[in-house]
């Protein structure tokens, strides 16, 4: 009856709802006990592989919500030895929520559950079960829409400390369990990533901050500095957002790094700067006469690569470099526009990187991007430098150390990451390509305009030197064509492999001599 697709057994254990909560609701616990055993099956994506295990197996049939509905319409008279059950029960339950099936029937009554669970689970021994219990919750977000609003909002300055909410926002925003939060309640949590990432007070600390305490400087919170190693763009709700909500997801990315560049052109937090370098300010102007200025140095434009700032902000630079690569592959004409938008709003050269990083991967549906870049000499110098650090990116090292399984999928994400094929490319190259289009002869007025902006020869120190070495590397104009000639064979006496089919050689020309001579 209990696995019947009919009606039947919803009637039937209405009929019978008296007898499972009698006698100490012995009946009850074997109901549980018998869908939690009898009443699974393997889930969808393991059809045609054989058997699953017990903790892949899913829910099925409809005495699952039944039985839901009657615990809630009971709930006060079940005894604390039965929680454990419950929990246990929903959690099993919780494990028919998928993509396809975002909320299975019975959502409602399992959400009231778990919401009246949490109360009793709030001390140190009761960790676990607390944790398991909103786990449930953050894959239902609009069951219950206000509770789980609270939850995640928390009250950061409350004097009683709120365990399921710091667990709940450490799900969320550190874990994976972000992703039907941020498809169906974006506005609430990108209100509630900004109260959890960004610092409002000039100073919480008495004794100050350490060398080593990054967070402060840059305009986020103190104790998100573990939460979120090893950075990584699976982390939180972030790449969902971009995925769901791209619109929303670049407003918070630009929002939280304007703040962040502010905080660390201008310092709130008592922390040693000595060993720190200052930002320095850059423009970018745009094709319709308007301009932006930004803050600027290398340790920004390395944060999307994993390299020398707080793994908070990595993680959302990383989820929005991902979401942007994926939008363009869909969305390409969009692509641009977005680009520049995202350009306009930024204070700050670690969004620009990231943009670089999608305009150097999709260079010919990102032209009007690139101009803008190129304008501005400081990030073609500073794309051109995390070229050469790509040999020896950070996930090289996951290995040498021990890690926590769970962080497995997050070092996985960025060897990925690493091995994308644009990363071998910079903007210098980006604009080379550009040339073979129809923004040839605006990209060109642009770099004719870079070299008159240099000083005499004779002035000329070795920075300009190197500047107008990348400037005759990005211009079009100085590669010849030149006859292909077919390899010799190599020491074996072996004809090398031949050329493929529209080959064309191009020979850069010789520079200046006095760059020649650098």
């Given amino acids: 009856v209990c696995s019947s697709d009919l009606s039947a057994a919803p009637a039937f254990l209405e009929r019978h709802a008296k007898d499972l909560f ?16 009898g009443c699974v099956v393997s889930p969808s994506w393991l059809e045609g592989i ?39 029960f929903v959690e099993d339950w919780a494990r028919g929520v998928s993509w396809q099936t975002p909320y299975p029937d019975g959502a409602d009554a399992a959400v009231s559950i778990a919401h009246w669970l949490l109360p009793f689970f709030d001390d140190y021994q009761s960790d676990n079960q607390r944790k398991r219990t909103l786990r449930v919750i953050a894959k239902l977000p609009l069951a219950d829409r206000d509770r789980f609003s609270a939850l995640l909002q928390g009250d950061r300055n409350g004097e009683d400390r709120d365990r399921a909410s710091e667990n709940f926002q450490e799900f969320v925003f550190t874990g994976v369990e972000g992703v039907p939060a941020a498809r169906d309640m974006p506005d609430d949590v990108v209100s509630a990533a900004m109260s959890y990432l960004l610092r409002t007070g000039v100073e ?12 402060p400087l840059f305009g986020i919170n103190d104790e998100l500095s573990h939460g979120f190693f090893p950075a990584s763009a699976y982390r939180g709700p972030f790449l969902p957002l971009m995925r769901c909500h791209p619109q929303r997801a670049l407003a918070l990315m630009v929002a939280v790094f304007n703040h962040s560049a502010d905080w660390y052109a201008h310092p709130r937090a008592r922390s040693p700067r000595s060993s720190i370098e200052a930002p320095f300010e850059v423009t970018l102007k745009f094709a319709d006469g308007t301009s932006k200025t930004q803050w600027c140095n290398g340790r920004l434009w390395g944060w999307y690569r994993g390299m020398s700032g707080p793994h908070a902000l990595q993680s959302l630079l990383m989820a929005m470099e991902r979401g942007l690569l994926e939008l363009a592959k869909v969305r390409p004409v969009e692509l641009d526009a977005l680009l520049l938008d995202t350009l306009r709003k930024s204070d700050s050269a670690a969004i620009t990187a990231v943009v670089s990083s999608v305009a150097t991967a999709f260079p010919h549906v990102c032209g009007e991007t690139l101009l803008v870049l190129l304008g501005c000499r400081a990030y073609i110098q500073l794309d051109r430098s995390r070229l050469s650090s790509e040999s020896y990116p950070p996930s090289t090292m996951a290995g040498m150390f021990p ?38 002869v605006r990209v060109q007025t642009v770099l004719d305009h870079h070299r008159a902006e240099l000083p005499p020869l004779e002035k000329q120190d070795e920075k300009d030197r190197v500047w107008r070495l990348a400037l005759h590397r990005m211009d079009a104009r100085l590669y010849k064509v030149t006859e292909h000639v077919p390899p010799s064979p190599n020491a074996d006496g072996e004809a090398m492999s031949a050329a493929e089919p529209g080959f064309i050689r191009l020979d850069l020309e010789v520079p200046e001599a006095d760059v020649r001579e650098m």
């Fill in 22 to 37: 009698a006698d100490d609701k012995r009946l009850l616990r074997l109901m549980i006990r018998l869908l939690r055993v």
């Fill in 50 to 88: 054989g058997a699953a295990p017990s903790v892949l197996s899913v829910p099925d049939g409809p005495a699952w919500p039944c039985v839901l509905r009657l615990v809630v319409n009971a709930l006060t008279s079940l005894k604390p030895i039965e929680r454990s059950l419950l929990l246990g």
């Fill in 204 to 215: 919480h600390n008495p004794y100050g901050h350490s060398r080593l305490d990054l967070e």
């Fill in 403 to 440: 890690s926590r399984v769970e962080d497995r999928i997050f070092e996985q994400e960025r060897v990925d990451a690493d091995a994308r094929p644009h990363r071998r490319r910079d903007l210098e190259l980006a604009v080379l390509d550009l040339q073979l289009g129809p923004l040839a």
